[in-house]
């Protein structure tokens, strides 16, 4: 149960699981690794992900020029003579896509990573180095061995030939996955969400609501990551996003988003794009800020034209509390007969604050529900529709049989239940004792899940 105060979590350094404490992967402690090695005067050997043909996994329609039968596994050292972490810090324009994997998403998402110095430090610690206590291993936990064919790195690779903090990464995430082939094709917010322990809110633009730029400004003000994706063949972008800002352009507010194309140089060529002439309407100091004509896949855009582009807009907030569930599958709502023998929640919500009472801001409750995967291999993992529903319930106890759900609408619910890794809703619930009720589309439908839920009220949950 949360402490009295809300439903909210203050981690400290003694948190298991926290970012000052994170649980060791496949029970692996690097610490004791790294020590063990320079005890030893060795260079570390990953027993876990070994280098070999089972790292690197099975890759479909590869590219004829790859023959994977020539890869060889090289330490940096072996491919340059001064090998560094990072070189003049860490940038979304520092690294390239291979020609092998499709993890476009995977890029787009440390990209994102590096708007946020705190967050990227917190996934990648930046006081390590290939010289001082170097051990062959660094804080993901992977031996510092690289797939290469003619010594050129067979993934991605830094624009600096020395810097191999893009690669690294690359490699703890395909060992977390499974292999470098689980890495093939997958969504940013998955990513994201590995990457930060966050929870991840999406809009469906041409349905999103009135009050979209305060929620974008407000997002980023707090250490938020937002992307965006659009099927637009025309542009064939993906892109996520770094600031938001209002401007006036001959005394009329202008709302601009500003956006980074990982996927390359390419750019919008439309109103507020680096060449156009709607610079030159805006204040000469705003101009300098804001205005730099460079080919490098940053560039500004109108929010009018940004929502009529995009389909999408997902955010991953940093949240920290989670709680685990377990329980039977008895489907979807409509299977009324075994509906019941769903995990139950409940909670209880004791005021609104100032903000929700005046309707000002009158969501108070966001409810996240997380597929938690156990297969060690992401390809081989397999999501099922899930939503969940919110009841409400006065002074009754104990379980709730299908008799409570036979004539009972719910006050909330997920708008439909869909195949993601999560789903989320932002909803409004007045004081009470409620209830809520996770499930998948059918019976017999089981999987591990985690159940998020963020209140800025006084909440208890159990």
């Not at 991953?316 to 023998?341: A, H, M, N, Q, V």
């Amino acid at each position: 149960m949360p402490p009295p105060d809300g439903c909210h979590h203050n981690p400290n350094e003694d948190d298991v699981n926290s970012s000052t404490s994170p649980l060791n992967f496949l029970d692996q402690n690097y610490q004791e690794l790294h020590q063990t090695c320079l005890t030893e005067n060795t260079l570390y050997n990953d027993e876990l992900f070994l280098p070999d043909n089972s790292s690197i996994g099975l890759f479909n329609d590869l590219p004829p020029e790859v023959d994977m039968s020539q890869v060889a596994w090289k330490r940096p050292s072996e491919l340059v003579s001064n090998p560094n972490l990072i070189v003049d810090g860490m940038s979304r324009f520092d690294y390239a896509q291979g020609s092998v994997l499709g993890n476009c998403w995977f890029l787009a998402a440390i990209g994102a990573l590096t708007f946020e110095k705190d967050i990227i430090k917190q996934v990648m610690p930046a006081e390590q180095s290939f010289t001082k206590n170097y051990a062959g291993i660094f804080y993901f936990r992977v031996i510092i061995i690289l797939p290469t064919i003619d010594d050129e790195l067979l993934f991605v690779c830094s624009k600096t030939s020395n810097e191999f903090w893009p690669a690294l990464l690359e490699k703890a995430y395909a060992k977390v996955c499974g292999s470098y082939a689980d890495l093939h094709a997958g969504f940013i917010s998955e990513a994201l969400m590995d990457f930060t322990g966050g929870t991840h809110m999406y809009y469906t633009l041409n349905m999103a609501p009135a009050d979209l730029w305060k929620i974008m400004k407000c997002a980023l003000k707090s250490k938020t990551l937002i992307f965006f994706f659009t099927f637009n063949k025309s542009l064939k972008l993906t892109l996520i996003s770094g600031f938001v800002k209002q401007v006036m352009s001959e005394e009329n507010p202008v709302q601009l988003v500003r956006l980074f194309n990982p996927w390359g140089e390419e750019e919008w060529q439309g109103h507020w794009s680096d060449g156009s002439p709607l610079w030159d309407t805006v204040c000469e100091k705003v101009r300098n800020i804001c205005h730099e004509v460079l080919n490098d896949g940053e560039f500004w855009m109108a929010m009018e034209d940004f929502t009529n582009i995009f389909e999408n807009i997902d955010i991953c907030c940093l949240c920290p509390d989670f709680l685990d569930g377990s329980g039977e599958s008895g489907g979807d709502i409509i299977k009324t007969e075994t509906f019941w023998t769903n995990p139950q929640f409940r909670v209880k919500i004791y005021e609104l604050n100032k903000e929700c009472a005046s309707d000002q801001c009158p969501e108070n409750i966001l409810v996240s529900l997380i597929q938690n995967h156990e297969k060690r291999n992401r390809k081989s993992q397999e999501n099922f529709k899930i939503g969940f529903y919110v009841f409400e319930m006065r002074n009754q106890s104990g379980r709730f049989l299908s008799e409570f759900f036979i004539d009972r609408e719910p006050v909330a619910q997920t708008d439909e239940l869909v195949w993601f890794r999560e789903v989320m809703k932002f909803f409004k619930l007045e004081p009470g004792e409620y209830m809520i009720v996770p499930c998948t589309e059918n019976p017999g439908e089981t999987a591990s899940f985690i159940l998020s839920l963020f209140s800025k009220n006084e909440t208890h949950l159990e």
